[in-house]
């Protein structure tokens, strides 16, 4: 469910009269998505995204977002391009939410990964990243290393009993995974802008090729392998939770195709996939645990991320994922 | 949100190599709708609406809708025309579901209703009516009079604590409103394929004219004036649950212009007005005590029909709407 701010029909038309996009055709929310509303949007210039920004958006971090997108597409990166009103600004006011326009992508973003599509989401990450390479504004990452103590800390302020209750033992081993993530964590490996959360949900394909990025709003300025190792926990990991080595191979070769991996890179696989993985279970625990019943965001379980966390803490080497 | 199926890439081409609509192109679910699953579906050979029939809806009553739609659109109504396969047949299967594919109606559904909008709904119902009229296939209204009774006893069904919990005293107001409608309601009054369900989100308008009339898979065959009386419920109350009789008059006016109301249909106005307020009341009612917290679906609040029915209640004849 992706639509959490309805706009009344006539302030989107007053919205609208601050753009060149012609006349109103359509306009219907999206189910996809779970951080910000979302709608299609037709005009007689085309097919456009709208995007209201919710509550977790800090709009302080939107022109870096919007200025990352605008700065991709430019050197030919498929992601949505913001649309600027007349006044030439693209972050605008809208039913009292930040809010703006992107083009359409075309493509379906795979319910099912086959290992066909590991390859070219490798690429279009490796792409990513040299395409933003000279895109200057920094984002700390909020979700990355220096996030996850708190984030523990916020999961396990009831003492850990919600934790315990979910799966016992949970809270103490992942205490006992971060503190061991955290004290192996690389900190002079290549850093640009990264996606940050290239789930397949965010990637659209086409005859089987990438044809859209999309959701830009986790983007941040972090190391580039810890992006790579986010992918390999997004869409390497069979239903039963087993890493498919096959598919992690494509993925890290199609990658390395675009944007070869230092050595140091490679020898921090492991534990960047541990730190993929326990900031996906943190969230998820956060929210499993502070989602209010009636909520109308589906919770997900945070334990297929613990199962990956326990794969990676015995990973020894890139070996591990098919290198 | 109205995506309760996912449908896996290959499932979905498995599917449109049944049809004659070239290559898929785009794929994305549509917030709007709580009883199916409804995605865009893009294709070389343009936009359409892909529906998967969830639970609420009996598959035996699936070739009753889709031929009333192909019925209507072939007589010039703006609704969605079901598309065959190449077999020549629109109902088929999707992911463990039944499954068809309409054409794409533009517009954009009302979020707030103005006046502007009331005559157009109103003439918009009167031409659904008379090009429906020759549509042979009968379907009772299972959500009909019939059925608001044992719709009462399953929301009272805990002894009517649930009920009073909501609102102090309204299982008994709603025992002795039902009574008393049913006891007047009129059964000779002209009858025939009506929506039952003729709600703004159901409606696009594009340039002030209605542009689509959507979701008819409550659709039924019982009285036009019924049908009538459901839409002065659904579009000429204020957010304050007070009537609009300015909208009702319109709207009525609207509808008139294309059937005019029989003497006896505009006596029956505030019976029928009565029946279609409770009708919503007493789903509502149902649906708030049954959906489980953490459910996807908003519940709506059902005093708000409770509220209107106690303004037809007071009602003395058509001169309470506005004729």
Chains 1, 2 share one sequence.
Not at 126 to 154: C, F, I, Q, S, V
Not at 200 to 221: E, K, Q
Not at 265 to 278: C, F, K, S, Y
Request: hydrophobic share 45%.
């Amino acid at each position: 469910m992706a639509v959490y701010t309805e706009v009344s029909d006539d302030a989107l038309r007053a919205f609208l009269a601050d753009y060149d996009l012609g006349d109103l055709v359509a306009f219907r929310g999206i189910a996809e998505g779970v951080e910000n509303s979302n709608y299609n949007l037709r005009t007689t210039s085309g097919d456009f995204i709208l995007t209201l920004y919710e509550k977790r958006v800090d709009p302080a971090d939107l022109p870096y977002f919007l200025g990352l997108m605008q700065h991709l597409a430019a050197r030919g990166v498929s992601c949505p391009r913001p649309v600027p009103g007349r006044d030439g600004s693209a972050l605008r006011m809208l039913a009292g939410r930040h809010a703006a326009i992107t083009t359409f992508l075309p493509g379906v973003w795979p319910r099912t990964v086959r290992l066909g599509h590991c390859g070219p989401v490798g690429e279009a990450l490796g792409a990513l990243h040299l395409a933003g390479a000279d895109y200057a504004t920094e984002r700390p990452n909020a979700l990355g290393p220096e996030g996850w103590a708190p984030l523990l800390a916020g999961a396990l302020a009831d003492g850990g009993a919600a934790a315990e209750a979910l799966a016992p033992g949970l809270g103490p081993e992942l205490r006992d995974a971060l503190a061991r993530i955290l004290d192996a964590w690389p900190e002079r490996l290549p850093r640009g802008q990264i996606h940050a959360d290239l789930f397949p949900d965010n990637v659209f394909f086409l005859d089987g090729r990438v044809s859209g990025l999309i959701d830009f709003y986790f983007a941040a300025t972090d190391l580039y392998a810890y992006d790579v190792a986010v992918c390999l926990n997004a869409w390497c990991f069979e239903p039963d939770v087993s890493l498919n080595v096959t598919k992690a191979r494509a993925l890290l070769h199609g990658y390395m195709a675009r944007r070869p991996l230092a050595p140091a890179e490679l020898a921090a696989l492991p534990v960047l996939a541990q730190g993929a993985a326990i900031r996906f279970a943190l969230t998820r625990l956060y929210d499993w645990i502070n989602t209010p019943p009636g909520a109308l965001v589906t919770r997900k379980d945070p334990r297929d991320y613990v199962r990956r966390l326990r794969f990676h803490l015995a990973a020894k080497d890139a070996g591990a994922y098919g290198l």
